[in-house]
Protein backbone atom coordinates (compact mmCIF):
# COMPACT_ATOMS: atom_id res chain seq x y z
CA UNK A 1 0.00 0.00 0.00
CA UNK A 2 1.58 3.50 -0.60
CA UNK A 3 1.80 5.97 1.77
CA UNK A 4 -0.34 8.52 -0.60
CA UNK A 5 -3.89 7.31 -2.04
CA UNK A 6 -4.91 8.28 -5.38
CA UNK A 7 -7.72 6.42 -7.44
CA UNK A 8 -6.56 3.58 -9.40
CA UNK A 9 -8.20 4.82 -12.35
CA UNK A 10 -10.03 8.19 -13.78
CA UNK A 11 -11.87 8.79 -17.34
CA UNK A 12 -13.32 11.09 -19.14
CA UNK A 13 -14.49 11.76 -22.99
CA UNK A 14 -12.41 14.15 -25.38
CA UNK A 15 -12.90 17.99 -24.02
CA UNK A 16 -14.01 17.32 -20.70
CA UNK A 17 -12.13 17.89 -17.12
CA UNK A 18 -10.82 15.18 -15.41
CA UNK A 19 -9.37 15.71 -11.91
CA UNK A 20 -7.13 12.63 -9.66
CA UNK A 21 -6.98 13.14 -6.18
CA UNK A 22 -4.03 12.28 -3.95
CA UNK A 23 -4.66 11.76 0.20
CA UNK A 24 -1.64 11.70 2.22
CA UNK A 25 -1.03 13.11 5.81
CA UNK A 26 0.32 15.65 8.11
CA UNK A 27 3.72 14.51 7.83
CA UNK A 28 3.83 14.60 3.82
CA UNK A 29 1.15 16.88 2.05
CA UNK A 30 0.36 18.70 4.90
CA UNK A 31 3.72 19.90 5.37
CA UNK A 32 5.13 19.43 1.69
CA UNK A 33 4.36 20.29 -1.79
CA UNK A 34 3.09 17.31 -4.14
CA UNK A 35 4.92 16.57 -7.45
CA UNK A 36 2.84 15.17 -10.12
CA UNK A 37 4.38 12.92 -12.98
CA UNK A 38 2.60 11.96 -16.53
CA UNK A 39 4.23 8.04 -17.10
CA UNK A 40 2.99 6.49 -20.72
CA UNK A 41 4.03 3.20 -21.45
CA UNK A 42 8.00 2.24 -22.42
CA UNK A 43 8.45 5.75 -21.50
CA UNK A 44 10.45 7.31 -18.43
CA UNK A 45 7.92 9.61 -16.14
CA UNK A 46 7.22 13.26 -17.22
CA UNK A 47 7.37 15.94 -14.70
CA UNK A 48 4.20 17.60 -14.96
CA UNK A 49 3.55 19.94 -12.15
CA UNK A 50 5.83 20.75 -9.30
CA UNK A 51 5.20 22.56 -5.55
CA UNK A 52 1.63 21.56 -5.78
CA UNK A 53 0.94 24.03 -8.77
CA UNK A 54 3.67 24.81 -11.14
CA UNK A 55 3.89 23.51 -14.57
CA UNK A 56 7.57 22.84 -15.90
CA UNK A 57 8.03 24.55 -19.22
CA UNK A 58 6.58 23.19 -22.16
CA UNK A 59 3.59 21.22 -19.94
CA UNK A 60 0.21 22.52 -21.41
CA UNK A 61 -1.97 25.22 -18.99
CA UNK A 62 -4.88 22.04 -19.63
CA UNK A 63 -2.76 20.75 -16.84
CA UNK A 64 -3.41 22.07 -13.33
CA UNK A 65 -2.84 21.55 -9.60
CA UNK A 66 -3.84 22.52 -6.06
CA UNK A 67 -3.71 21.28 -2.19
CA UNK A 68 -5.58 21.80 0.55
CA UNK A 69 -5.00 20.22 4.24
CA UNK A 70 -3.23 16.77 3.63
CA UNK A 71 -4.83 16.14 -0.04
CA UNK A 72 -3.89 17.65 -3.34
CA UNK A 73 -5.37 17.28 -7.08
CA UNK A 74 -4.46 17.14 -10.63
CA UNK A 75 -7.07 18.74 -13.13
CA UNK A 76 -6.34 18.05 -16.60
CA UNK A 77 -8.97 20.41 -18.88
CA UNK A 78 -9.66 19.78 -22.47
CA UNK A 79 -8.83 16.22 -22.06
CA UNK A 80 -7.16 14.71 -25.29
CA UNK A 81 -6.31 11.17 -26.62
CA UNK A 82 -2.98 11.92 -26.06
CA UNK A 83 -3.30 12.27 -21.93
CA UNK A 84 -4.02 8.57 -22.02
CA UNK A 85 -1.64 7.10 -19.27
CA UNK A 86 -0.67 6.67 -16.01
CA UNK A 87 -0.62 9.77 -13.24
CA UNK A 88 1.53 9.43 -10.04
CA UNK A 89 1.70 12.43 -7.15
CA UNK A 90 4.61 12.57 -4.94
CA UNK A 91 5.81 14.33 -2.03
CA UNK A 92 8.71 14.21 0.74
CA UNK A 93 7.37 12.41 3.81
CA UNK A 94 9.04 14.32 6.85
CA UNK A 95 8.53 10.85 8.83
CA UNK A 96 10.17 8.64 6.46
CA UNK A 97 13.15 11.41 5.59
CA UNK A 98 12.19 10.27 2.42
CA UNK A 99 10.11 10.11 -1.22
CA UNK A 100 6.78 9.21 -0.98
CA UNK A 101 4.42 7.96 -4.38
CA UNK A 102 1.24 7.32 -4.82
CA UNK A 103 -0.05 4.46 -6.21
CA UNK A 104 -1.02 6.00 -9.03
CA UNK A 105 -4.06 6.80 -11.14
CA UNK A 106 -4.78 5.44 -14.70
CA UNK A 107 -6.91 7.64 -16.89
CA UNK A 108 -8.60 6.26 -20.10
CA UNK A 109 -10.17 8.64 -22.81
CA UNK A 110 -13.15 6.98 -23.97
CA UNK B 1 21.21 18.22 -23.35
CA UNK B 2 20.55 16.84 -19.78
CA UNK B 3 20.70 13.22 -20.03
CA UNK B 4 20.80 10.45 -18.04
CA UNK B 5 21.67 7.31 -18.88
CA UNK B 6 21.29 4.13 -16.62
CA UNK B 7 23.36 0.83 -16.69
CA UNK B 8 24.24 -2.94 -15.02
CA UNK B 9 20.80 -3.87 -14.71
CA UNK B 10 20.72 -7.43 -15.45
CA UNK B 11 19.63 -11.14 -14.61
CA UNK B 12 20.87 -12.03 -10.68
CA UNK B 13 19.98 -14.65 -8.23
CA UNK B 14 18.57 -14.11 -4.98
CA UNK B 15 20.72 -13.32 -2.19
CA UNK B 16 23.58 -11.72 -4.94
CA UNK B 17 24.70 -8.30 -5.67
CA UNK B 18 24.60 -6.04 -8.94
CA UNK B 19 25.97 -2.49 -9.19
CA UNK B 20 23.93 -0.20 -11.16
CA UNK B 21 25.05 3.16 -12.98
CA UNK B 22 23.89 6.21 -13.96
CA UNK B 23 26.17 8.38 -16.17
CA UNK B 24 25.21 11.97 -16.74
CA UNK B 25 25.75 15.06 -19.32
CA UNK B 26 24.72 18.60 -19.83
CA UNK B 27 24.44 19.99 -16.53
CA UNK B 28 27.13 21.00 -13.80
CA UNK B 29 26.10 17.23 -11.87
CA UNK B 30 28.25 18.69 -8.06
CA UNK B 31 25.22 21.32 -7.84
CA UNK B 32 22.37 18.25 -7.84
CA UNK B 33 20.81 15.58 -5.71
CA UNK B 34 19.99 12.87 -7.58
CA UNK B 35 17.20 10.12 -7.08
CA UNK B 36 16.78 6.41 -7.90
CA UNK B 37 12.69 4.97 -8.28
CA UNK B 38 11.82 2.09 -9.68
CA UNK B 39 8.72 0.40 -11.05
CA UNK B 40 8.12 -3.26 -10.26
CA UNK B 41 5.70 -5.47 -13.03
CA UNK B 42 2.15 -4.72 -12.66
CA UNK B 43 3.09 -1.57 -9.83
CA UNK B 44 3.48 1.82 -9.45
CA UNK B 45 6.36 4.16 -8.96
CA UNK B 46 9.14 3.26 -5.90
CA UNK B 47 11.18 5.80 -4.59
CA UNK B 48 14.31 3.78 -3.72
CA UNK B 49 17.02 5.88 -2.43
CA UNK B 50 18.75 9.71 -3.10
CA UNK B 51 21.75 11.75 -2.47
CA UNK B 52 21.86 15.01 -2.36
CA UNK B 53 24.33 17.53 -3.81
CA UNK B 54 27.88 18.17 -2.69
CA UNK B 55 26.38 21.52 -0.49
CA UNK B 56 24.47 19.83 1.43
CA UNK B 57 27.29 17.02 1.77
CA UNK B 58 26.04 14.36 -0.20
CA UNK B 59 23.86 13.10 2.02
CA UNK B 60 21.66 9.70 1.75
CA UNK B 61 18.50 8.63 2.49
CA UNK B 62 16.56 4.89 1.79
CA UNK B 63 13.25 3.59 1.33
CA UNK B 64 12.89 0.90 4.21
CA UNK B 65 12.23 -1.43 1.64
CA UNK B 66 16.24 -1.57 0.78
CA UNK B 67 17.74 0.37 3.81
CA UNK B 68 20.52 -1.96 4.84
CA UNK B 69 21.23 -3.53 1.55
CA UNK B 70 21.88 -0.97 -1.01
CA UNK B 71 24.14 1.78 -1.17
CA UNK B 72 23.89 5.12 -3.18
CA UNK B 73 26.72 6.81 -3.96
CA UNK B 74 28.20 9.61 -6.23
CA UNK B 75 31.35 10.86 -8.39
CA UNK B 76 31.46 13.70 -9.07
CA UNK B 77 34.70 13.95 -11.05
CA UNK B 78 32.74 11.02 -13.39
CA UNK B 79 28.84 12.86 -13.17
CA UNK B 80 28.07 9.34 -12.13
CA UNK B 81 25.57 8.07 -9.69
CA UNK B 82 25.77 4.52 -8.48
CA UNK B 83 23.40 2.51 -6.34
CA UNK B 84 25.13 -0.82 -5.04
CA UNK B 85 22.59 -3.39 -4.27
CA UNK B 86 23.28 -6.44 -2.17
CA UNK B 87 21.45 -9.31 -0.94
CA UNK B 88 18.73 -8.91 -3.76
CA UNK B 89 15.36 -10.68 -3.06
CA UNK B 90 13.19 -11.43 -6.15
CA UNK B 91 10.67 -8.27 -4.88
CA UNK B 92 13.60 -5.79 -6.10
CA UNK B 93 12.84 -7.31 -9.80
CA UNK B 94 11.79 -3.42 -11.20
CA UNK B 95 12.89 -1.44 -13.92
CA UNK B 96 14.98 1.11 -11.93
CA UNK B 97 15.39 4.75 -13.20
CA UNK B 98 17.77 7.38 -12.17
CA UNK B 99 16.27 11.03 -11.89
CA UNK B 100 17.73 14.52 -11.00
CA UNK B 101 16.36 17.20 -9.06
CA UNK B 102 14.74 19.91 -10.76
CA UNK B 103 16.39 22.47 -8.46
CA UNK B 104 19.89 22.57 -7.17
CA UNK B 105 18.65 23.98 -3.87
CA UNK B 106 16.56 21.35 -3.04
CA UNK B 107 17.13 19.80 -0.04
CA UNK B 108 13.36 17.87 0.62
CA UNK B 109 13.00 17.27 -3.48
CA UNK B 110 10.36 19.16 -2.91
CA UNK B 111 10.44 20.67 -6.59
CA UNK B 112 10.53 16.71 -7.83
CA UNK B 113 12.72 15.31 -10.36
CA UNK B 114 12.59 16.89 -13.82
CA UNK B 115 15.28 14.88 -15.48
CA UNK B 116 15.11 11.23 -16.24
CA UNK B 117 16.66 8.24 -17.74
CA UNK B 118 15.58 5.33 -19.29
CA UNK B 119 15.98 2.96 -16.48
CA UNK B 120 17.71 -0.26 -16.72
CA UNK B 121 15.87 -4.12 -15.77
CA UNK B 122 16.72 -5.90 -12.87
CA UNK B 123 15.53 -8.91 -12.27
CA UNK B 124 16.17 -10.93 -9.33
CA UNK B 125 15.43 -14.77 -10.08
CA UNK B 126 16.96 -18.24 -9.36
Known amino acids: QSVLTQPPSASGTPGQRVTISCSGSSSNIGENTVNWYQVFPLTAPKLLLYSSDQRPSGVPDRFSGSKSGTSASLAISGLQSEDEGDYYCEAWDDSQSGLVFGGGTKLTVL | EVQLVESGGGLVQPGRSLRLSCTTS????????LTWVRRAPGRGLEWVSFIRSTDYGKTTGYAASVKGRFTISRDDSKSTVYLQMNSLKTEDTALYYCARAKSNLDYHFSYGMDVWGQGTTVTVSS
Open chain 2, 26 to 33: GFTFADYG
